[in-house]
């Protein structure tokens, strides 16, 4: 089984390549490997460093997410009046995934007819609210656009930028779709250069992988249609890399009136959040 799905790999990488007209006629120069393999080093040394960040911040919120599971929220909401952006961002990721709690649960409830929708249940509640309370913060979406926009500017953090995307998308406020649409016509991938090297040699043909090759627009081309949902107008395929016949639409859909609820809001126009749709 796992020569076969070692082989399987190979197989879809080999015609991943050959779309793009074949690693070794990829023809980059000298001093394009050696870019090229900076950014793959990069993206690794960056990957290695958020990790290590993301470790501390578990630690240093095991008390609040404890506290959530058993469906205490003060200390979280202490954390919202102090405007503690990184315990609140943190809570949000993990609650979109259903994390919080769910080891607990399960542990008491075995069978996974039982414990799945109290897991969900559990975190919906949870994302719900942490979902306000960073809402109700002004800039909150600015700040992380405005590190979008500097991480844009250097090589070796696709991931990161892929996360405050996710981020902005798991929020869904006024302010962070204002955001999202600012990288709408944003071409930038300052990363797609590692990827060809690592086609080329085939020896990292999974790492970084192929959805590096992003450019900003693609990302949050993504983001949009996630905070739209079902009501989108336009339909995105299930491809990482979008095509740029669909950011195109996306565009369009973001400079047209249905769309300028979203490009004209303001702190002081009302509500932080969407109309319901």
């Not at 107008?233 to 979008?242: A, C, K, T």
Request: overall charge negative; hydrophobic content about 45%; glycine content about 6%.
């Amino acid at each position: 089984m796992k020569t076969s799905a070692l082989l399987l790999r190979l197989i879809c990488c080999w015609i991943f390549v050959s779309t793009f007209c074949f690693a070794g006629v990829l023809g980059l120069s000298e001093a394009e490997e050696k870019v090229g393999a900076r950014i793959v080093t990069r993206l690794h040394e960056i990957e290695r460093e958020a990790e290590a960040q993301e470790a501390e911040l578990k630690k240093s919120t095991e008390v609040i997410v404890y506290a959530l599971y058993q469906g205490e929220f003060r200390f979280l909401d202490a954390a919202a009046a102090k405007k503690d952006m990184d315990v609140l961002w943190y809570v949000l990721k993990e609650a979109k995934a259903k994390n919080i709690g769910s080891s607990e649960i399960r542990r008491d409830h075995p069978d996974d007819m039982v414990s799945a929708p109290l897991i969900t249940a559990l975190n919906e509640k949870i994302a719900s609210h942490v979902r306000l309370k960073i809402a109700a913060i002004p800039g909150h979406a600015r700040v992380l656009g405005n590190r979008f926009e500097r991480m844009s500017q250097d090589v070796g953090y696709f991931f990161e930028r892929r996360k405050i995307m996710r981020c902005l998308q798991m929020v869904g406020s006024m302010e962070a779709i204002q955001q999202i649409g600012r990288f709408l016509e944003d071409k930038r991938a300052p990363d797609a250069l590692g990827v060809k090297v690592a086609l080329e040699r085939m020896d990292d043909y999974l790492d970084p992988p192929m959805d590096c090759m992003q450019s900003n627009a693609s990302l949050a081309a993504h983001a949009i249609a996630g905070v739209m949902g079902e009501d989108f107008p336009v339909r995105l395929s299930q491809r990482e890399i979008v095509g740029e016949p669909e950011i195109s639409a996306v565009q369009t859909w973001w400079k047209s009136d249905a769309a300028k609820i979203y490009r004209e809001w303001t702190q002081e126009a009302g509500p932080v959040m969407p109309p319901p749709r």
